[in-house]
């Protein structure tokens, strides 16, 4: 019984930034590692990054390393996505998941809960 809300998404020039936020509420939020993944039209969903419960070790896909920044705050039961250096191959629908208990996985059937998505479109 988790619920994950999204907000933060929205249009953007190209190099310009965007942060993401995830609210969840339910259980403890601190017992579950957080994910973002990202759906294209056309394209299959796609994991971008993701923190661990616990320790919060963060893990990137290739394609978002060293423009994108995953972090939590527990007493918030908040995750965010800072995004930076956009590009127009960012532009998707971007969404929360949560592991209970996750080392931060990119597989999606790792992840218990899903948000609904917030979309993010970046111009060129």
């Known amino acids: 019984q988790v619920q994950l809300v999204e907000s933060g998404g929205g249009l953007v020039q190209a190099g310009g930034s965007l942060r993401l936020s995830c609210a969840a509420s339910g259980r403890t939020f601190s017992n579950y590692a957080m994910g973002w993944f990202r759906q294209a039209p056309g394209k299959e969903r796609e994991f971008v990054a993701a923190?661990?419960?616990?320790?919060?070790?963060?893990y990137y896909a290739d394609s978002v390393k060293g423009r994108f920044t995953i972090s939590r705050d527990n007493a918030k039961s908040t995750v965010y996505l800072q995004m930076n250096s956009l590009k127009p191959e960012d532009t998707a629908v971007y969404v929360c998941?949560?592991?209970?208990?996750?080392?931060?996985?990119?597989?999606?059937?790792?992840?218990?809960?899903w948000g609904q998505g917030t979309q993010v479109t970046v111009s060129s």
């Open positions: 923190i661990s419960w616990s320790v919060g070790n963060t």
């Open positions: 998941a949560a592991d209970y208990r996750g080392l931060g996985s990119e597989a999606p059937y790792e992840y218990d809960y």
